[in-house]
């Protein structure tokens, strides 16, 4: 249920081309769907601008196969995000269109007829051994309707290979720069640019890395401004940020759209 779908229903209503009644089993299912394992937020997309993603790790193939039937009776686009490949053919099961991105770990159903058009985002990392959390980004990023970039392999320890890409850097609207070891790439892009830098720590590193805790401290301890910090691996919620941040645009815009003119009777 997205806001079109839910103002054509009231308009429609409105104008007595459709039953109230039919109209309220159109929205039976909101807020929220219980399908035993899960409670399905069918509300999600008209509150946050997308559906409820899915959460792989910790759910049985099974549970995955219940979860998703819901979502694709209900809505024509399914992100499910830790995916393995039980998952996958378990989700194959009830949607043999799905896609899965093996490096993210990532499971796409997209039926959609035209997806949302948002802003450029550049996901760009310290090193290669990052780029399974930088795919997560990139492809939840796309999904939600974004543009995407992809900058691998431009740490800080050869500096040049960054610099060399100035001009890319600038024409996006969000950078998210994803770093394991000491995680000084966010630091560097945040100074070269201004637009909001996304980062994200990762726990590639030998041992004083912690895991991840020593780039996650590095970026909250940034001197660079602008940049905002995601948890440790999760470069879903890196996408999700600059998803958002991209949809403001469009939400400035709409609500313009919707604003009486000047000098209209009140």
């Known amino acids: ?152 392999d431009v740490g800080v320890a050869g500096l040049h290979r960054l610099l060399a890409h100035q001009n890319l850097l600038r024409s996006a609207r969000v950078i998210i720069a994803v770093a394991g070891m000491e995680g000084a790439l966010p630091s560097l892009v945040g100074g070269l640019t201004s637009v909001p830098v996304v980062a994200v720590p990762t726990s590639v590193g030998y041992g004083a890395n912690f895991a991840g805790v020593a780039p996650l401290l590095t970026m909250l301890n940034s001197c660079a401004p602008g940049i905002g910090v995601v948890n440790i691996d999760n470069g879903f919620g890196a996408a999700t940020l600059a998803s958002r941040i991209n949809q403001l645009e469009t939400a400035e815009s709409l609500a313009a759209d919707d604003a009486p003119s000047q000098g209209a009777q009140a």
Request: net charge negative.
């Open 1 to 152: 249920m997205d806001i079109e779908t839910l103002r054509t229903l009231l308009e429609s209503v409105a104008a007595g081309e459709r039953p109230v009644q039919d109209a309220l089993e159109h929205l039976r299912d909101l807020p929220f769907a219980d399908v035993d394992v899960a409670k399905i937020d069918h509300h999600r997309l008209l509150r946050c601008g997308f559906p409820e993603v899915v959460f792989c790790e910790g759910k049985t193939p099974e549970q995955l196969r219940k979860v998703s039937r819901e979502l694709l009776d209900k809505g024509n686009v399914l992100l499910a995000t830790r995916a393995s490949a039980a998952h996958f053919q378990a989700l194959a099961q009830v949607a043999p269109d799905a896609r899965y991105f093996d490096e993210a770990r990532v499971l796409v159903v997209d039926r959609r007829e035209e997806r949302p058009s948002f802003g450029h985002v550049i996901v760009a990392t310290g090193g290669t051994a990052d780029s399974p959390v930088a795919e997560e980004a990139a492809v939840c990023s796309e999904v939600m309707g974004n543009r995407v970039s992809r900058l691998y």
